[in-house]
């Protein structure tokens, strides 16, 4: 039988209502992203001590360490002791209980074929692949398979087929606003393999960071980066690391705006006098290289000379946003320039510099990628725009010929929920793009800006929210269950941790920093409901944040995404929509709310920086009661409502305070709206 | 009223009860190391969003970076938004509301005096030091003294006058049994300085991997490591981060014995033909450098003269431990040297050998230390040796008039307690040395061994506990109270989280992976009351370890000391004693352990890796039934003891399963013994 994946979620009920043989494993496969075409041919290989891989054909070397920790984290999930030290060429052939077969080397560029089959039987797995990169794709789907029955562990029988939707598929890490050490980020290439996400854009220089070594303008890094940066041995260790796992890497030297830490070495190259300094606050500011001085583009030109040797990748970002005008409206030198040369606005003279890098780009064979604000006329047609102001941009770069990525919808430090990300299509089923404009649209990356998070919590922004937006570049259009998807990101997400990712670790590391030894509990029960504010709003509640403000409070512990809360929303539109069976779990959540407060308060007097949730918590408490006089029934409800103004008090709890938002809110409010009769 | 650390504790309690102003803070200082002297002075210096720090006199500029990054921690633990972005030596100086007086720089090699007076008033902390070193150790000091209250954070007011014990406290890190990268190093440094260590060993070479870049034998690193090495830039980089903290850093390579990586690339150097393959196994392996030929010498006079350069201390470690000799009884050119040479045995080689790299150290300026074999006669009295197999090999070597350190006691993989490594002193106050002899014992080193630990597991195996041991090499011999050592313990773990370091938050990641998305609770309640078997049983249980076996079973996320445990362990003493209000926690505890098992058993459906330890979750139930009808009374167990034979089944309950223990095991008897009437 062969499910489609258009359809799997839905059909898969009706498979296993008509199949009693049918074993457990096979409803809940926890394949993300899901692959194109599932097939269960029934059967199972089963994981034992024995298990060892072959690989047959030729495959570029990568290959045999990519299987080799592909087998040792196998080993690790199951615990299996086998054989095999190291995967290599050497080994021969047809005893192996895993075959890789792969025709040729794989090229780590863009559009490279990334397709895998994947075919496992009773006593033999195999997985074929036009190159390596598509059997590490492969290899990925094969330790999602691992399954568990009282026997041990085992492959489910499948025949899959998978291949990319989108050709790009990528991460933006921000490492400028902060910095975060090679380690971090070999890390969260290792989670984008995982996910079979392909391309790495490394966002290296900002008016608050210059991120990389330059051995021609050394006073760029040095100045430019209090230390923190990376030595080229470092770049291209990271360049290497993602090749090895079939990831593109590429540059940001973003341009000509968001440019102050260049000028604190070379502020010679403003647009207005120096001296520079880094900059420690957060926002859009003036300093941007002068556009109308030969001198800024000789050394542009070295620059990226040096850059392009340095980053293999055919493409080169060159920022292009937010740049403000200032400098440039301030300048009488530019200003004259802009008259003599008949450049009407800031705009175009932005245009006029752009042209200019294209050129310095195209000399050093490199295409050019920028936000949405590069697209003018004249530009040639391998360049790439990539959207962060929104899809209507990428509608105007495609009608006018050019490729597109999405990165509007994709900004985790937007702080919205897996959903939101997961349902945010480049090309939506409903799309205003015609055949051969959608062709354009080659993908999309997530974007992971960096003002509001250190090392500590860089990764609890990344993941598992990208694990999600992963799957909407990877798999068909119509994989879009969110249900389905919530459960199988449950999985992924700790299986991410063997990668020594620290989005779910540092959670409680964080809240044991805060509560200085003290039991966590009363502050866990608090944080699990409770999630950041939205979008840039923790920039306008009265706390300035700065480069090296504390990143420690329960804002930052704090998830994106607050699964408890979710589970009682589900749960209460459950009770409204009929289903009372589920009022003890209800009953017993709330209970624990309610009876929290004390117990917080107590820990806020050993820990004085919990103070700015004392009102929230005294909320949570308080609705609680609510929705707990609510499911008791009506009667029970009105009591409570003589007694105090539920609106005000609903109203009053839908508050931020620490700048963190009580997720509870709304489900209750729901709730007692719907017992009171109102809806 | 003056405390001396001699009696610190005892006299405490009795102060507390004389003293009602006194707050609670001052009961419970969570200092460790414990400072030679800690005087109350009174008051209290708040804790602000305006505190900053400056820094008089002309210490070594690294101390400039050190009290930078002390602010971040103060900021992060509290909360409070500081202004300071950077401390320099341009700041001004008396506008700060802490002050650290340097007299001069210091020099980070053996016996720089690391002293340091910290005085907190109300109105200004001031920390003075001979020099910078001395200072970041009482930095570490005020973070430790980081106190709250309901208005807020503070330092109490004190007087503390602190110098360490001992002038060698150091950490030998294994990164060839399994390899460590130069992340998990640096925590690992960052953790020393927290606790005062300073000298960090490093481990480099081993029968299982030769782990550092030599520009002149390249096939050391190149075959011997399986490309898992330290660059030589990272070794700089890693000797200048510890330097950065005022610790020594220096290199073992293992010799003549514990080789075999080495000659995998070159096996001429050995005793016996080759090829040669980097040993997969654990023991004590064949593969000795032949010291009969004059090329060995020459090889090692080039290597060392690289490493003496790359590393600036002044000691130079040559292992010199389990030489099993086969190799050279088995070679009969080397056999007939000996004869020629008047050698007798292979002891008498090995001096041979050992005599003419000390001739090569000297040549380069290097002083010897060696593990306690090297001890032979005519060794200059500069020479430091680490004692491994005890600490009468100390007394030896201190009859003989030379300097040792002790690593016997305060081996990591032994999986001994806190307690037991705490009071293991090199010289206790019952101490066979007379005063001259104590003087030359300098120190000692807790070793981690790498065998069963991976970058996963081995900062649990380090931390907390090298911080039990790091007092006792730094604070006075009388500083042995293990009831307030546990105390202070608890607190300081979770403080060493901010380092980065993942002793405490990969236990739950490793428990997460096993269970694989199933609520982890039933497995934490069981691996919270085991241990893994001590010494080095692990490998006497029928599994065979290998370098690449999986570490991730419950043996391996198992914490080498169970808090849970120590903890029923004691309330169980006092209810022996006669205190009954510890009974219902008891009770409360035992239960929780009784009805485990099922939960446990259903996990186990879905982790089959799980199985190993079914037996003993179901003996964890069994002998908490005991526990609690010895603790209704003497009738109800015997009715207990009517059905089942306490006492078989009391052994059982004894043996590992898994490789681990039951901790509960023995308290649990000692309460039936004690119902029973028969104790």
Redesign the interface.
Known sequence: MKISSILFSTLLLVIISFSASMTQTKQTL?LMPYPKSVEFTGGEFRLTHSFAIGIKGNPDKRIFAYATRVL?RL???????VP???ITETTTADTFAMDLIIKRPGKVELGEDESYQLVVKNNKVTLTAENEIGAMRGLETVLQLIA??????YLPGVKIDDEPRFKWRGLMMDVCRHFF???VVKRNIDGMAAMKMNVFHWHLSEDQGFRVESKLFPLLHEKGS?GLYY?Q?QIKEVIQYGADRGIRVYPEFDLPGHSTAWFVGYPEFASAPGPYKIE?NWGVFDPTFDPTKEATYEFLDKFIGEMAALFPDEYFHIGGDENNGKQWSANPGIQKFMKENNIPDNHALQTYFNKRLLGILTKYNKKMIGWDEILQPDLPKDIVVQSWRGVKFLVESAKKGYMGILSNGYYLDHIQTAEFHYLNDPVPGDTVFTPEEAKLVIGGEVTSWAELVT?ETVESRIWPRTAAIAERFWSPQSVRDVEDMYRRL??ID??L??L?L?H???Y??ML??LT??ADITPLKIFADVVEPVKKYHRHFQG??Y????????VVDAARPESMTARKFRLLTDRYIAGDKSVKTEMLSMLKSWEQNHSSLLKLM?????LREIDTMSSNLAEISRFAIAALEGKKQLEKVAKKVNLNDRLAAAAKPYGQVELMLTAPVEKLVRYVQGKK
């Open positions: 926890n040792r080993s690790g999930r199951t615990g299996l002791f095999q030290d190291f568990a029955d009282k026997k041990g562990y050490d090679v380690a209090d030595t041995e420690r090392y449950a999985v700790i299986q941790e063997e020594e620290t779910i670790k540092n409680e590391m044991r920093r200085m030894g706390v300035k700065r480069q090296h403000s504390p990143y420690t409070r007097d050993s820990s004085p920086v």
